[in-house]
């Protein structure tokens, strides 16, 4: 399989698989008779692999500590922390963006509210904070 024909299987770019072979994530890669690159079952078996962990989140670097490992329970160890991390971050980063959906919908509410005017709203209205910056003094 060619460069182009792998990039289009896994939905990658070429570049990124250029990338990967260069830094060893990709092995098995060979040459034809004119330069072009010609990915072997292994080297095809790696890239999907490595597109899957990176859906999943994990960094390249994580990925090149991984593929470094011996295989059974080392890695399988070191998978099972690497993905509860994961797990762990993705649930914090959900906490964050609910809490941001929640602050949305009270600011918008804000925005409207009876008390406030089109004529005096300013952005401490948002907060719902008491504004004076329309205040005459």
């Not at 670097?61 to 971050?89: A, D, S």
């Amino acid at each position: 399989m060619n460069i182009g024909e792998l990039a289009q299987v896994i939905k990658v770019s070429k570049k990124s698989l250029r990338y990967y072979e260069s830094i060893g994530l990709i092995p098995g890669v060979l040459r034809s008779e004119n330069g072009y690159r010609v990915y072997t079952r292994l080297a095809v078996k790696r890239a999907k692999i490595i597109t899957s962990l990176r859906s999943l989140g994990l960094s390249v670097k994580m990925i090149k500590k991984l593929v470094e490992l011996q295989g059974g329970e080392q890695i399988r160890n070191q998978l099972q922390e690497v993905f509860e991390e994961r797990r762990h971050n993705i649930l914090f980063q959900i906490s964050i963006l609910q809490q941001q959906q929640n602050d949305l919908g009270v600011w918008s509410g804000n925005i409207f509210n009876e008390k406030i005017t089109p004529r005096n709203f300013c952005l401490c209205a948002l907060t719902d904070q008491n504004c004076d910056c329309y205040a005459i003094k």
